[in-house]
Each structure stands twice: as structure tokens, then as C-alpha cells.
């Protein structure tokens, strides 16, 4: 073959042309889909189809280019076109505008994805890095391979140090330590623990201690595939210091592995060691095991631990905080009177900060201990303090929430949803979780996913009180509150909280005899604990002695403890009392102590106070105070007309009722007053309507009149509450705790 005569030929029939036009026209199909189809939607199959089919079509090309011939006739065979008569030159000419014209197009797409498109490529890029330096890590319980069941708590203790080491680091987001527990055991598929506490990576291994031999293993997986990123074993003859030795090692191992930038002070704060005793150490990681059930006979063993590791090492501030919280949930999970918690809280605080000032557990302790005495605000900076020292300090989260509950609902929310993403498998976290259903009226919902935790953990007591709240107080279903307050006391017969509950309710619907018995029960077994003394409270108003009452109030609120949680109901019975006695002055005292912006010229209404400044108003207008009293009542009727306006957007929203039924009251606007009270009737379960307008003394002047629409409705309510009344006492007696001389009263 004549290959210089070939070439010619090649491109007198103008196959290169064809070649080069096909090629950019190819790629720029190719590109423009490659762009565009992730943008619309495409299938992940349009993209490489594409490809294949230019691909395909290019040799195609150029065998037609060779073969035929575009005439002024028409499409001809090359070989039928006498030479003389090609056109092949007209034809290259146009090929060259062809050409010229798809290059164009190419440039100007170039252009147009540099400029349009650059930027949705850094934020993918971005958000990969992104993805990166906020790594996702669950720390599992290394395993127990000593063959000695005493030697368990060292091994979950070490674990528990490596997880805290890493949820110091500000871009990382650490599973908390009771939901990677869960797994503890279970050797459960690697994948679906990633899934269930929604981390990409698991850090887990073994501990094999002998005298004082230690050899650790640990490795890191991804959780997604199982693929073992990083593995080590650490053999050590074991003292404190080369125990954490080891744990900074692995840590830092961990964020290496994991891309993660560690700034000075954060390698800084995981080299502390928090004691250079190692018997010191082992007492303090068996304390954290009893703290973590919560049950007061375990919270009392934890403490002990905890004052051992502290007699060994009195440096050892980790220990001093562990032991503040540790009083602090015995408060509430046991009995420990308001003055000794205050005591014993305040006094390990100090001490633990006064060796360590970063130390999170103490701010978080100090947190707890402000909220317990009604010191919102320093509670939430210590809180704060707690979480900026430690970022996925997940119940340290819900703590926070609480202190805003009854003054910005949106953020308790947000706090218990943060709760729940770092620690999903916390039941209490996950049991505040659930109860942000229930502050968005989601009862049925809520209910369900109690009844769910229920089953999961039976011996829980306090979800077995939400459902219990959730039926009577909104639903009305008192005799089903009852079985579910019945059901915990079976669990713990003791509990104070389930007494408080039981009483509570028997105290509402009237059950005389049978609150006395309860109330005297607590007052045996519990004498200083807050359930007796709220108990007392009720007691007192009960009876009508209102004289007693006032005392009681004064010694009280004089030593801390109504500062720490007066809800509406109480409110209402220390206003009416105190109303009877003519001793408004202690009223005056309470609400300036505990809500002082109520004293200030510019008042803010929320959730909490909103209703104190009903109540105070209230008594300030029967004192003929009448500047005082329009000081508070315009903002009354103001945060009235504005929670109205929220039921455009939340339907379920019913905070605006009792400010607009008191604003019209105030006002004497019986006009309004019944409009609001349709919507009150309409939204309002029978058993509240019953303790607004019977059970206490009506606080709505208008309530007092014989108005048909009110009358009709406290009927409504009382026939109610007597079938429920029937059927509770059916059930107590089934449960052998109703006397038959209760009946007669």
C-alpha cells in the first residue's frame, strides 16, 4: 500500500475533518450530560450511556466519512463520483465552520461551568471536608479478656476515658457513653450500631489486665464496611500515669486516623491526667459504673467510691465533680434533704474547681445545683461552661433544656433533640426526647414511645409518670393515670417521686381519706424530702387552714426550696390562702424573689411567668394598688393577642387562653370574656376545667356570675370527674388501698 497516497486520499475525502469534528462535538455532548444530569435528576446509567454511544459512533464516523460522498445530487459512494466532479474542497470548507463553530461552543461551555458550576463543586468539596473535620465516633465497652469479672469496671472505665478524651475535640461528634454501652456484649453487626447511634466509625478492642500487666488492643472501623482503618496493641506494666499514657496515645491515634486537627490546648487537655493513684483511679471508674443506673441504692454506692478515691488521692478533682452529681441525683432518684444536697453539692463543687478549673462535670454539677434552687440564670452559664469545655456532653444538653422549660419551649427542644443525636440510646435523654411530643401537644405519639421505653427498660419509674401526667392532665383519663402511677409503685413501692404522683392526683379529684394516708406515708419514710413538703403544701390548703398555710409558706420559701419550682397550681393556692389571711405582703416577696423582671418597668411574659402576673395583678387590683396593678396587666393582654396570633401557625398553641380570659376579666368585658371562653371549652380536657372552676376557689371574677355557658360546663366537668372518681376508687380497691369509711366523707 501506498501509504503517503493513502493519507492524501484521507483527506481529500476529508476524514480527518470529520474525525476532529466528531471528537469535539463528542466530548461535548459527553459533558454538558455529565453536568446537567446530576442537576435534573438524570439515572446514574444517562451519563455512562452517552459516553458509550459517542464512543461507538466515532469509528462509524469515519468509515461513512470515507465511504460516501455529499454531492450536489445528493449522498453518493465515493467510488461512483468520478474525480473531476468532487465537491470534497466545498465540502471541507464547511466541515471547517463545523468545526470552528462546535470549538466555539465548547469554550463557551468551559466558561459557563467555571463560573456557574465552580461553586457548587467547592460546597461539595466543601462539604466533604467538612465531613471530614467532623468525624463521627462511637467508643464501644472494650471487653473484659482478664478472666476476672472484678476487673470489668477497669475495662469499661477505660473506654469511658478514651471516649471522654475525644468528645473534648470541638469538631468531633462523640456517641454518648450510655448508648455506645447498650452495646456492651451483644457483638452486634458493626454496621447497624453505626446506623443506630449515627456515627461512620466504631473505636473498639480489649483489655487483658494481670498484676500489674496490662496489654490493650484497639482498633478503628469504619463503620459502613468494616474496613479496619488503624489497629495496636499497648503492653505496659500498668501505673497511673502510663494508664493514661496509653489512653492519649490511643486517642491520638484515633484523630490522626480520622483527619481531625488538633489544636494545642486540646492535645494539652487529653494528656491531663486526672490522678497519679491508680487505686484512686480504680475506685473512681467502679463509682461512674453504680452512677450510670440512676438507682438510689447504686447513686449511694457510687458516692462511696467516690469518697474512697478521694481519702486515697485529695487531688483528685474528676472525682470531687463525679461525687457533686452523684448527691445531686440522689435528690431526686432518693431522699436527700434540700439542706444537705445544697451542702454536699456546693462543698464538692468547690473543691474539684479549686483543683481544676476545666473540669466539665464540675460546671455541670454547679448547673444542676443552681436550677435545684431556682437560680435559672446562673444554672445556664454554668451549663454552658460545662458544654464549651466539653461539646458532646449529651446530658449535659438536657440539663440545659430544662432550665428553659417553662421560658422558651422552642430551645428545650432543641437542647433535648441535641441530647438525643449524641447520646440516642441515653433513656433518660431519649425519655425527654419523647417529651418534647408532649410540649407540642403530640400525646397519642408520645404515649406510644413511652410505652416503648417501658418495655425496653421496665424499671424506669419516671416514664411511667409521663404517661401517668400525659393521661390525666391532658386527656382527663384519671382511673388510666392511676394504673400507670400504680404500675411504677409495684416496681419501687417506696419511691418518693410515685407517692408525690399518686398523692397528687388523689389530693385533685378530692380523694380526702386516702391523700391523708399517702401524705402520712411520705411524711414516715421521707420527712425531709421535697415530695413531703409539696405534699404538706396541699395538705394545708386542703383544709382550709390557711393560717397554717402562711407559716408553712414563710418557713419554706425563707429556706430556698419553693423558689425552686412553683408551678401554676401552687401559685393559685398560696394567692388564694394568703388572700384569706390578708397577708398579700408574702405574695409580693415570693414573686419579686423568684421572678424578678416581673419588678422591672419592662416586663416580658413568658410560658413561666406569664400567670404569676396574672395572680399578682390580681391581688394588687383587690388592694385598690391600681397603678401597680396596669403596670402588669398590659403586658398580660398583650402576650395574650400575640400567643393568639401563633395559633396561625401552631393550631395546638393554647398559652394565649388564660391570659385573654383574665385580660377580658380585668377588663369586665363580658363580651370577650365568653368569646375566649369558647375557645377554652373547645381546647381545655374536663379534669383541667374541673380544677379551674371547682376544685379551688374560682379566679375569674366572671366565673363567680351564674353564666349559663360556665354553668353548663362546670357540669359537664363534674359529671366527669365523678364517673372518674368511680372507676378510680373501683381500682383502688381492686388494689386493697381503698377504705370503705373514705366512701361516707
Not at 419588678?599 to 391581688?619: C, E, F, G, M, P
Not at 374560682?698 to 356570675?705: D, L, Y
Amino acid at each position: 500500500m501506498n501509504i503517503p497516497k493513502f493519507i492524501e486520499e484521507l483527506k481529500r475525502r476529508n476524514v480527518f475533518k470529520v474525525a476532529t469534528a466528531y471528537a469535539i462535538a463528542g466530548w461535548l455532548i459527553i459533558q454538558v450530560v455529565s453536568t446537567v444530569s446530576p442537576q435534573l435528576g438524570f439515572p446514574d446509567w444517562v451519563a455512562p450511556f452517552f459516553t458509550v454511544l459517542v464512543l461507538v459512533g466515532f469509528p462509524l464516523s469515519l468509515i461513512f466519512a470515507w465511504a460516501f460522498e455529499l454531492t450536489p445530487d445528493g449522498l453518493k459512494k465515493s467510488q461512483e463520483v468520478d474525480i473531476t466532479e468532487s465537491v470534497t474542497h466545498r465540502t471541507g470548507k464547511k466541515l471547517n465552520s463545523i468545526i470552528i463553530t462546535v470549538l466555539s461552543m465548547a469554550v463557551i461551555f468551559l466558561l459557563v461551568e467555571r463560573v456557574f458550576f465552580a461553586e457548587a463543586a467547592f460546597i461539595e468539596n466543601r462539604s466533604e471536608l467538612t465531613h471530614i473535620e467532623t468525624a463521627s465516633i462511637a467508643v464501644l465497652p472494650f471487653v473484659n479478656m482478664s478472666g476476672d469479672e472484678n476487673n470489668e469496671y477497669f475495662s469499661d472505665g477505660l473506654s469511658e476515658e478514651l471516649l471522654n478524651a475525644l468528645a473534648k475535640i470541638k469538631d468531633m461528634k462523640v456517641a454518648g457513653r450510655t448508648s455506645s454501652f447498650k452495646f456492651k456484649g451483644q457483638n452486634e453487626n458493626l454496621k447497624l450500631i453505626g446506623d443506630e447511634l449515627n456515627v461512620e466509625h466504631i473505636l473498639e478492642g480489649s483489655v487483658r489486665k494481670s498484676g500489674n500487666r496490662i496489654r490493650i488492643t484497639a482498633q478503628l472501623i469504619k463503620a459502613e464496611d468494616g474496613f479496619h482503618l488503624w489497629s495496636e496493641t499497648f503492653d505496659r506494666e500498668l501505673t497511673a500515669n502510663n494508664l493514661f499514657d496509653i489512653q492519649e496515645e490511643i486517642s491520638k491515634e484515633v484523630l490522626k486516623e480520622l483527619k481531625v486537627h488538633l489544636l494545642d490546648e486540646e492535645e494539652k487537655d487529653i494528656a491531663e491526667s486526672p490522678t497519679v493513684d491508680i487505686e484512686a483511679y480504680n475506685f473512681y471508674l467502679k463509682g461512674t459504673q453504680y452512677e450510670a443506673t440512676r438507682l438510689e441504692s447504686d447513686l449511694k454506692l457510687a458516692i462511696q467510691q467516690y469518697q474512697e478515691a478521694v481519702r486515697i488521692d485529695p487531688t483528685f478533682a474528676k472525682a470531687y465533680a463525679r461525687m457533686a452529681i452523684a448527691y445531686e441525683l440522689l435528690s431526686g432518684y432518693g431522699a436527700l434533704s434540700n439542706e444537705d444536697r445544697l451542702n454536699l453539692v456546693r462543698e464538692n463543687v468547690d473543691q474539684a474547681l479549686f483543683l481544676d478549673q476545666n473540669i466539665p462535670e464540675a460546671y455541670a454539677a454547679l448547673g444542676l445545683m443552681y436550677y435545684s434552687s431556682g437560680e435559672l440564670q446562673k444554672g445556664v452559664e454554668a451549663l454552658n461552661k460545662a458544654l464549651e469545655l466539653n461539646p458532646n456532653y449529651g446530658i449535659a444538653y438536657m440539663w440545659l433544656g430544662n432550665q428553659y422549660l417553662y421560658s422558651d419551649e422552642q430551645k428545650t427542644i432543641d437542647l433535648f433533640t441535641r441530647a438525643y443525636e449524641i447520646d440516642p440510646l441515653n433513656q433518660v435523654v431519649r425519655s425527654n426526647y419523647v417529651y418534647t411530643l408532649m410540649l407540642q401537644d403530640r400525646n397519642d405519639e408520645a404515649i406510644e414511645q413511652y410505652n416503648e421505653l417501658i418495655r425496653q427498660e421496665p424499671k424506669q419509674l419516671v416514664y411511667y409518670y409521663r404517661v401517668g401526667e400525659i393521661k390525666a392532665y391532658s386527656q382527663g383519663k384519671i382511673r388510666e393515670a392511676f394504673e400507670v402511677y400504680f404500675d411504677a409503685k409495684e416496681i419501687a413501692p417506696d419511691a418518693s417521686v410515685t407517692l408525690y404522683y399518686i398523692a397528687t392526683l388523689s389530693n385533685n379529684i378530692r380523694m380526702e381519706g386516702y391523700f391523708d394516708q399517702v401524705y402520712s406515708e411520705v411524711v414516715q419514710k421521707y420527712p425531709d424530702s421535697e415530695p413531703r413538703i409539696f405534699l404538706e403544701l396541699w395538705g394545708l390548703y386542703k383544709e382550709r387552714k390557711y393560717e397554717d398555710f402562711s407559716l408553712f409558706i414563710q418557713k419554706e420559701f425563707e429556706s430556698g426550696l419553693l423558689q425552686e419550682a412553683i408551678t401554676d397550681p401552687e401559685i393559685f393556692a398560696i394567692y388564694t390562702s394568703l388572700k384569706k389571711v390578708n397577708k398579700y405582703e408574702l405574695l409580693d416577696q415570693i414573686i419579686s424573689k423568684i421572678y424578678p423582671e416581673l419588678t422591672q418597668n419592662s416586663i416580658r411574659l413568658t410560658k413561666d411567668n406569664h400567670i404569676k402576673a396574672i395572680v399578682w395583678a390580681k391581688s394588687l387590683k383587690e388592694r385598690g394598688q391600681e397603678e401597680a396593678f396596669q403596670r402588669l396587666i398590659d403586658p398580660v393582654c398583650d402576650f395574650g393577642e400575640s400567643e393568639r396570633e401563633k395559633l396561625k401557625t401552631n393550631p395546638e398553641s393554647d398559652d394565649y387562653l388564660y391570659p385573654a380570659l383574665f385580660c377580658a376579666d380585668f377588663k369586665e368585658d363580658r363580651e370577650a370574656f365568653l368569646a375566649v371562653f369558647e375557645e377554652y371549652k373547645e381546647r381545655k380536657n374536663l379534669f383541667l376545667v374541673y380544677l379551674d372552676l371547682l376544685e379551688v376557689e374560682p379566679v375569674w371574677e366572671f366565673a363567680k356570675q351564674p353564666i349559663p355557658e360556665i354553668e353548663l360546663l362546670k357540669e359537664k366537668a363534674k359529671t366527669h370527674m365523678e364517673s372518674e372518681f368511680r372507676k378510680s376508687v373501683e381500682f383502688l380497691k381492686i388494689k386493697g388501698e381503698w377504705k370503705e369509711e373514705w366512701e361516707e366523707n
